[in-house]
């Protein structure tokens, strides 16, 4: 049996580029407190545009790491990032060829995050996005769950694990305990523990400076 830890997963800072729907051609004050916006599209135009930013842009985002507002990723999670990019630029191009969407890695040295304070401060926030998430889930339940709610809860707890951009076995394992909680114990005594360690968690993360 080899005694090789296993390869960790490269880790990128995410950045979505979409083209704005309120690009403007300039604009004029004809008051102390009202200005004259002359907009680059129409009306229908820009709620078309605003409509293809949220169909791509929030779900790119969704299954990133909010780190005080700077998203991660993890390898794995780039290439459907760059999928729904090149699908995303291409309704916009439909629109007009000034418009664009674009997605931008940049990678982070995992091994300086490793050997500094950083590494927990991010571990903290991935807890933190896992248990806020759970606990919105299960907020107005009680009792056991049916079988619908636990396949919902499974399916969920499947996609938090690429929450875990640093892919830490100890996140899995806690994101596994969690779901087997959830499935045999009443839900309100589960959200009540994890909501106490919510609260630890967010102690811990708290103090970072940049």
Known sequence: M????????????VQVVMSSQNQTLGSQEIGDTQVLVDFKHKKET?????????????????????????????????????????????????????????????????????????YGQVIAAIRYRILSDVIGKIEDKAGQLNKQSKDAMARMIKRLKTVNVLNDPEIDNRLDEILERILKEDVEVVRKDLKAEMNITSSRIGFIQF
């Open 2 to 13: 080899s005694d090789e830890k296993p390869k960790k997963s490269a880790v990128f800072i």
């Open 46 to 118: 820009r709620q078309r545009i605003a409509a293809i930013r949220m169909k791509f842009k929030k779900p790119i985002y969704k299954d990133a790491l909010n780190f005080y507002g700077i998203y991660l990723c993890n390898e794995s999670q780039t290439k459907s990032m760059q999928e729904s990019i090149v699908e995303a630029n291409k309704e916009l191009q439909e629109i007009d060829k000034s418009l664009h969407a674009s997605v931008v890695f940049i990678p982070i040295n995992i091994h300086e995050v490793e050997r500094g304070e950083l």
